[in-house]
């Protein structure tokens, strides 16, 4: 099992370039998220998807957008790149009814 | 909604030595307490996790506390070594909430 597969693992972004994070699970969890991990900042929540067909904003949603495209995929879409939105981005999922996450490694995302 | 603060920021310890990394957490409805490690380039990794019913939690040279009146928990590790040396996140949940503190980087000198 690959767990958690996070695409691209780096990439380089001209201010106003639009690009979409790709993040697939094998281990048939329901939930999966997306989280942006900012330095003395932590982890923080941008968008979630507790079953195929839903998605809700968390912490920090704005200059993004999300879709479920099945049970294993779940992408992040920015669509007008900002350096505000330079920072690593994990995509985690868990099992219905636990927060036991298994996080990807992550997209270090620079937006110049 | 939940916010979780997490101490100190940077932690240096020498091998075998003890470290001793603490959490408060704000909302009261939170009832679960997991720590992660991240190594460089890697992601979260749990490493234990507690729940609001138990009071201490141990496995191998790690263990964690939780006291829900004050609402703080900390993880402890015994007998450090050098590859513990990572970045450590505590957080907080209440189902599918969680929050995650901001986390300690830990150094373990040889």
């Known amino acids: 099992n690959a767990g958690v597969t996070q695409t691209p693992k780096f990439q380089v972004l001209k201010t106003g370039q639009s690009m979409t994070l790709q993040c697939a699970q094998d281990?048939?969890?329901?939930?999966m998220y997306w989280y942006r991990q900012d330095p003395g900042m932590g982890l923080r929540l941008i968008y979630y998807?507790?079953?195929?067909?839903?998605?809700d904003k968390g912490e920090v949603p704005n200059g993004y957008n999300v879709s479920r495209l099945n049970k294993r995929e779940f992408s992040l879409r920015l669509e007008s790149a900002a350096p505000s939105q330079t920072s690593v981005y994990f995509c985690?999922?868990?099992?219905?009814?636990?927060?036991?996450?298994?996080f990807g490694s992550g997209t270090r995302l620079t937006v110049v | 909604g939940e916010n979780v603060e997490q101490h100190p920021s940077t932690l240096s310890v020498q091998e075998g030595d003890s470290a001793v990394i603490k959490c408060t957490y704000s909302?009261?409805?939170?009832?679960?307490f997991p720590w992660y490690k991240q190594e460089l380039g890697k992601g979260p990794q749990l490493i234990i996790d507690?729940?609001?019913?138990?009071g201490e939690k141990k496995d191998q040279r790690i263990a964690v506390t939780l006291n829900k009146t004050a609402k703080h928990f900390s993880l402890h590790i015994t007998e450090t070594q050098p590859e513990d040396s990572a970045v450590y996140f505590c957080?907080?949940?209440?189902?599918?909430?969680?929050?995650f503190g901001a986390g300690t980087r830990l150094t373990v000198k040889p």
């Open positions: 985690a999922s868990s099992a219905t009814g636990t927060v036991l996450f298994a």
């Open positions: 909302d009261s409805a939170s009832n679960y």
């Open positions: 507690i729940r609001s019913n138990v």
């Open positions: 281990m048939n969890h329901n939930s």
């Open positions: 957080a907080a949940s209440n189902n599918n909430d969680m929050r």
């Open positions: 998807s507790a079953s195929e067909g839903t998605t």
